[in-house]
């Protein structure tokens, strides 16, 4: 069956109505008859188009409370029954079950209802049944029958309707297969919520769904393909954005504003946080996010070329004066006001985003990685370590001004790639080195970072001179303290943990450093 099939029969159940008046018009316009039930019923009918409830469609009354109104045979053999199949033909008009060739139907809103943070009873009552029943005999029996799951999907079977005169085999195949992607994702939503509410946050199978919003260029790499899918979760960032101007985000576009924002949610005063790559090249808080700006652009201005820029504050003039003073591939905030954007128009290749919001860095949620043969998932890194819950482990106890670096420090090193050492100095990074197999090598590259960093600046004495170092895990060895105290720290926070702690707490006072241990690393592969 290749050819355009005329609707002579619709059955249009809709919890969103989206469109839905407008396409029973023109349904019935040409003569089809309209089935429908409760809500869209009477949508229907106040517009003043002829429409048959189902109950008297089927000769079955709605029973328990709307739970039972099309789960009958006459609904089912009319959806389901083949018409190329003569004995389906034959048994249909046995049974007085009429064909029905198009279902319009979108789901009880229960993804919404558990969003708003509605009751147990509330959720399991917006659990749909006889939608996505009705979805997937539709689905099942494209041949002839075509499904409509989102108001969109009405527009083009109107269409295609208009310009052939019934819908086409390609247009129901590619509905079909839309309307098992919306049933899966329904009830990949409905599992883990209980999954939520049976308290497994892992359990034993797990069902991911997310819906497309771009489809990228490519990828990683011009010979990849990449698309952006959203996951549904109700977090502040790059799938909340809007982008006022700029050109299509790329994948590493995304891929590095997403690192960007989720570092600059960590702090409460006005932040500024500077990637490329993914890693914080400059990070600093400020009385103001331009302050922050001199700050974050002075740890490592050769890499903030090209970087992206992410503010935890609206964005004024001031700071948009300084960020499009040198060439930014994205600036995301919450918001920036007429005069930054003003500025920013004028850079025509930057993508401005504003999110209204940032990230709860504390919330739960989870991150999923894939692997040959499988995904694995595990937690947020929603960790945060205290002044009090330090343990100082050396000689010399930290100052109160050291306390505050070293925790701005350890706060930046959950963003930086393993293995991380971050000089902090003023609430500041002054020195990062990200991402080497030893820590020692990450210790290295952290001062030379400083040093080229304050001669950049015409500055005397390298910018980790003074400052406090935080490693993301322990230092196995004392070799990369050495090379820290070298570059002038004057204290260290790190997890500990390491056989040889007393090595490098020994090494520590030998030096005159103060040392915290916080118990908790940071790993980010």
């Not at 008046?21 to 023109?26: Q, S, W």
């Not at 003023?426 to 970072?449: D, L």
């Not at 926070?493 to 940071?522: C, K, N, Y």
Request: proline share 4%; net charge negative.
């Amino acid at each position: 069956m290749t050819q355009a099939l005329p609707i002579r029969r619709a059955l249009l159940s809709v919890s969103d109505k989206t469109g839905i008046v407008e396409f029973a018009r023109f349904l019935a316009d040409r003569g089809a008859e309209i089935l429908s039930t409760g809500g869209t019923a009477k949508a229907i009918r106040d517009a003043g188009i002829p429409v048959k409830d189902v109950s008297e469609h089927t000769g079955f009354p709605e029973i328990l409370d709307g739970r039972v109104k099309t789960l009958v045979p006459q609904v089912h053999g009319g959806i389901l029954g083949r018409r190329d199949e003569a004995s389906h033909l034959a048994q249909m008009e046995e049974h007085a079950i009429a064909p029905i060739d198009l279902v319009a139907v979108n789901l009880y809103p229960f993804e919404a209802t558990v969003a708003k943070g509605a009751a147990f009873e509330d959720c399991i009552e917006n659990i749909d049944i006889g939608g996505p029943a009705m979805i997937r005999s539709a689905a099942k029996n494209f041949s002839g029958v075509v499904v409509c799951t989102e108001p969109a999907h009405l527009a083009r079977v109107t269409a295609e309707i208009e310009a052939e005169g019934g819908t086409s085999l390609g247009l129901r195949k590619e509905l079909a297969a839309a309307a098992y992607a919306r049933t899966a994702a329904y009830d990949a939503a409905i599992s883990g919520w209980f999954a939520g509410q049976l308290g497994q946050e892992f359990p034993p199978r797990l069902a991911v769904a997310g819906v497309l919003k771009q489809t990228l260029r490519y990828g990683e790499n011009p010979h990849q393909q990449a698309g952006f899918y959203l996951s549904g979760e109700s977090r502040e960032g790059i799938a909340t954005a809007r982008q006022v101007q700029g050109k299509e985000l790329s994948y590493n576009n995304l891929n590095d504003t997403d690192a960007a924002y989720e570092c600059v949610a960590e702090f409460d005063k006005p932040a500024i946080v500077i990637v490329k790559h993914a890693n914080p090249c400059g990070v600093a808080e400020g009385a103001d996010l331009a302050s922050a700006w001199d700050k974050a652009l002075l740890c490592d201005p050769v890499s903030a070329f090209g970087g992206i820029v992410a503010a935890n504050r609206k964005l004024d003039a001031a700071a948009a004066e300084k960020i499009a003073a040198i060439f930014t591939e994205v600036v995301i905030a919450p918001d920036a006001d007429e005069a930054a954007q003003a500025i920013f128009a004028k850079k025509k290749n930057l993508r401005l985003l504003l999110t209204g919001g940032v990230p709860d860095p504390v919330a739960p949620g989870m991150f999923f990685k894939s692997v040959a043969g499988g995904f694995l998932a595990q937690s947020r890194d929603a960790g945060r370590v205290t002044a009090e819950t330090l343990k100082i482990v050396t000689k010399r106890a930290p100052t109160e001004a050291e306390i505050a670096d070293l925790l701005f420090a350890f706060r930046v090193c959950k963003h930086v790639k393993s293995n991380a050492i971050i000089y902090a100095k003023g609430m500041a990074t002054v020195g990062i080195g990200a991402g080497q197999m030893n820590r020692v090598e990450s210790s290295r590259i952290a001062a030379w970072k400083s040093e080229a960093a304050a001669k950049a600046a015409g500055l005397p004495e390298p910018l980790a001179k003074g400052s406090v170092v935080a490693s993301d895990a322990f230092f196995p060895f004392a070799d990369g303290l050495e090379t820290a105290a070298a570059a002038g720290v004057t204290a260290v926070i790190q997890p500990g943990g390491s056989i040889r702690d007393a090595e490098v707490i020994a090494a520590a006072d030998a030096a005159g450093l103060a040392m915290v241990f916080t118990g908790m690393r940071h790993f980010r592969h």
